[in-house]
Structures are given as C-alpha cells and as structure tokens.
C-alpha cells in the first residue's frame, strides 16, 4: 500500500502499522527482521559509538521502541526522555529502563503539536529508525522543530533505512518511505532559524555513512545514519554580520515582489535575508534595461577596475526610480548620492569582532 499524503490518513496509517508490528514486543519486532537478536549485539555498540559525548547532557530520545537504546542512553545522560507513539511499546520500554529515575517515558506522536519541550533545552536528539514514518511534510516540520528544541551546539543523530526494506520480516502492507538519502540532507541542510538577537542559526553536518553491520552482515550499504550540530550561521563574510547588513538592507525599504540584483553575495549571508543564487561576472553580465528595483552590493565593487562601465551596467539595468547602494569600506552611495562617513561605527564592529575572535582563538582557527 502507498502512503498517503494527506497527514491525517498518514498518522493513522502509520499507527495502525505499528500497532500490529510491535504486538509481540521483541527485539524481532522491533528491528522487522528474523536476526534481530544477531544484528542487534553488533549494530548497537556501533551506533551509540558514534554519538558526540553526552554525559550529564540532557537528551530526548524519538520512537524509542521497547528500548534497545534507552538504557544505555540513560547511563550516561543526565536526564532523559523516552518517546514512542505505541502505549504498550512505551510501557514496555518503562517495564524494562524504568530503575534509571533521570528518564521519562512519554506516549506521543513526535509529529503533534502539542508536545511541551522547551525551546533550546536539549543537547541531543536521537533517533533510530522514525523519520521513515514520517510524510516529506512531517519530517520538514520536525527537522524545524529538533532545531528549535536544540541549545547552541546541541546534536541529531538519526538513522534511517534509505531505498528500499532491509529487514527479512513479512508484512501485509508497507507504509514505510524508503527514500534516497539526499532528501535527508537536504531537509536538514535547508534549516535555518533567527533568535530574539538576530541571531542565525543552522545544521551543519558532522557527518553521514551507513552502518558497518548491515554491510557486513547483509552487503546492505542502504542504512544510513547522519550527524548534526546546531551552530550560528557563517554566511557572512563582511564585517559586522548580520547587524550591518540588516541596517544596510533595511534603508533598501525592499517591498514584497520587488527585484534585487545582489552583486558579490558572497557565501550567502544576505540572501538569507532575501534571495537566490547566480553564478556569473557582473562586468560581462547582460540583463534587460529595466529590470530591478534595487542593486545592492557590498564589498565587491572595490575589486573590479573599471567602475564607470559596471555602474553605466547598473544604470540600465535598474527601472525608473531604482536604487543602487554600494558599501566599499568607507563610502555608502545611493544613485542620488547620500555619502556617509561610518568609520567610526566600523572601528567599533571591528574591534568588537577582533576581540571575540582573540577570545576563542584555538576554535576559529581550528574550524578555519
Ligand atoms: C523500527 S522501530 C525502532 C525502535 C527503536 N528506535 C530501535 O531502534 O529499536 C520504530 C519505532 O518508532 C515508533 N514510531 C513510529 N512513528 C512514530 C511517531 N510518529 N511518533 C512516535 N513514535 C513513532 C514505533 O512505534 C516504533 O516503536
């Protein structure tokens, strides 16, 4: 049977199969395959092996199952929340892992909106084997939300079985989303997330590869497992971040629908604030007469050497009325030329990154 798109039909699609699945509560069923117990004894040292230090930490563990996992995420975490949507599952879970006190076990849809987690409470997520019952739409929305629950240099583990079924167990019917591995990547990839500061945020990968056991053990190189770690977007390679290109794109009063040409975008940092990507020379670059509302760039046009002929460019390409603002280093120019001094607010940026870079020197370079 496919599975539904619809996330009503999807939910109850997915229980229903669980439900049945899970009725003889073993490590079998747990694992849909008749060698679980075999596979189990090698694939288990190998995942929790790989999982960034989490003693004392606070980790939440999804689609826990009858708990292959959880007693052993719970020797070392310091507190721990079991969750699985299956009553019985989870109670057996809690038969067997309930003497560890720092674990609470939780009967929940990880995809309800009413689960009650703190925002920025958790240095990690693992999950083993969910997010392939989930719909494409269920897992966008959960990767946003693992985000948000996630402190600053928190992690996600999660593995998933990708292309098509590895256990041996029969099934009536199959709901599972076997899929290829670069939706995951690009789900959590694409996650970005601002704070009350302006802050941004992102996922960066530790890293990804499939479990050494089913390769072994099944020549089944299609279990894969993926590692990531809340950090503050690098995106910007000018000085003063994300506060000097808020102010400077503020004076743009940009309105919905209106076209920006962003010459020298750099790693991207500004078009998270709004945009696409293009790869091209803007001194050879052809576009219509016409054609934007507003060109901006900042720290670019200093490199390029013959300036008349790139703003005679910029002239044509605005539309009647369009704005064109440069920043290079000490001038800020619109086509009707307002030039400010801002040297005294870029020796202070300046210094003020140059003594947080001074500050954790071994990390920057290290991660340089
Ligand atoms: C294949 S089992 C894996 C269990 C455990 N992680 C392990 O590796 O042994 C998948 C588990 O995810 C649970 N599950 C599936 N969808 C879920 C959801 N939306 N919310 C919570 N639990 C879910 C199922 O009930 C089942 O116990």
Known sequence: MAAANGCGQEREMQKTYWV????????????????????????????????????????????????????????KAGQLIAMDFIDNVIKKNES???????????????TSPDLNISDESVDLIFSNWLLMYLSDKEVENLAER???????????????????????????Y????????????????????????GNFFELSLVSCKCIGAYVRNKKNQNQICW?????????????GGIETTKEFVSKLE???GQKVLDVGCGIGGRGLLYGHFEVADCTTKKYPDNTFDVIYSRDTILH?????????????????????????LRTLVFMRF?????????????????????????????DF
């Open 20 to 75: 049945e699945n899970s009725a003889d509560l073993t490590v079998e069923a747990m694992m849909l395959d008749s060698k679980a117990s075999d596979l189990d004894k090698e694939e288990r040292p190998e995942v929790l092996s790989m999982l960034p230090p989490y003693e004392g930490k606070s980790v939440m563990e999804l689609g826990a199952g009858i708990g292959r996992f959880t007693g052993e995420l719970a020797q």
């Open 96 to 110: 067997i892992n309930g003497h560890h006190k720092n674990v609470k076990f939780l009967c929940a849809d990880v």
């Open 146 to 172: 693992m985000m948000k629950w996630l402190k600053v240099g928190g992690h996600i583990f999660f593995r998933e079985s990708c292309f098509h079924q590895s256990g041996d167990s029969k099934r009536k």
């Open 174 to 197: 199959n709901p599972t989303h076997y899929r290829e591995p670069r939706f995951y990547t690009r789900v959590f990839k694409g996650c970005h997330m601002p704070d009350s500061s």
């Open 227 to 239: 590692i990531w770690q809340k950090v503050l977007h690098r995106g910007f390679v000018s000085t």
């Open 254 to 256: 940009l309105k919905p």
């Open 304 to 328: 390029i050497q013959d300036k008349p002929a790139l703003f005679r460019s910029f002239y044509k390409w605005l539309k009647p009325g369009g704005k064109h603002m440069a920043r290079c």
């Open 338 to 366: 307002i030039a400010e001094d801002r040297t005294d607010q870029f020796k202070e940026v300046l210094q003020r990154e140059l003594n947080a870079v001074e500050k954790d020197k071994d990390a920057f370079i290290e």
